[in-house]
């Protein structure tokens, strides 16, 4: 009976802990970008790909060369909602791209592809420190610790845009710009 006791304060403890700790204070994505400050975000492009482009306009081949369909465009369960995007890639760069108008929603280098910049310079591998020397101060913080994913991020709250740099020890690992709502 001692024993059940114990272990019963246990695990009641170990509760308390992870309340206090924070850890029941969740927070997405969406409500941290939501509380961030408007930047201006309008130019923004990585390798001078641009949201809204047309992926088959002839000018946006002649610039960025011909973009496939990536192979885990299909690779969704059966009862999935249906998605309004494709995903295009070259390579080096994967695009979400809408399905009924071809255009851009979507921009994210590849992690090997430490060529690929920001319209600021910011490329993969960049310190976390010139992330925000570049962009400011206005930037929200988001973390998924069951995927050890850790971003900042800034908004564009007038023109929907939005930009966040995935890290890892201080160092830029992902870089994704996209709509806040697509």
């Not at 992870?18 to 408007?38: D, H, L, P, Q, W």
């Not at 969704?76 to 909602?81: G, H, L, Q, T």
């Amino acid at each position: 009976m001692k024993n059940i006791i114990s272990a019963g304060l246990l695990f009641l403890n170990i509760i308390i802990f992870f309340n206090v700790a924070g850890c029941g204070n969740y927070i997405t994505r969406e409500e941290a970008m939501n509380e961030v400050k408007s930047i201006d975000l309008s130019n923004e492009n990585i390798d001078g790909i641009m949201l809204g482009m047309v992926i088959t306009d002839d000018k946006f081949v002649e610039e960025h060369g011909q973009f496939v369909v990536h192979p885990d465009n299909d690779d969704r369960a059966p009862d999935a909602p249906k998605k309004h995007y494709d995903l295009y890639w070259n390579g080096d760069i994967i695009i979400r791209v809408d399905k009924e108008t071809n255009e851009i929603l979507m921009v994210q280098p590849l992690e090997s592809n430490t060529n690929a910049t920001t319209m600021n310079g910011i490329a993969i591998g960049t310190s976390l420190e010139g992330v925000i020397d570049l962009y400011g101060d206005d930037y929200y913080i988001y973390e998924d610790s069951s995927q050890t994913l850790k971003e900042i991020g800034y908004a564009d709250h007038n023109n929907n845009i939005r930009i966040s740099f995935g890290h890892f020890y201080e160092k830029v690992t992902s870089i994704s710009l996209g709509y806040i709502v697509d």
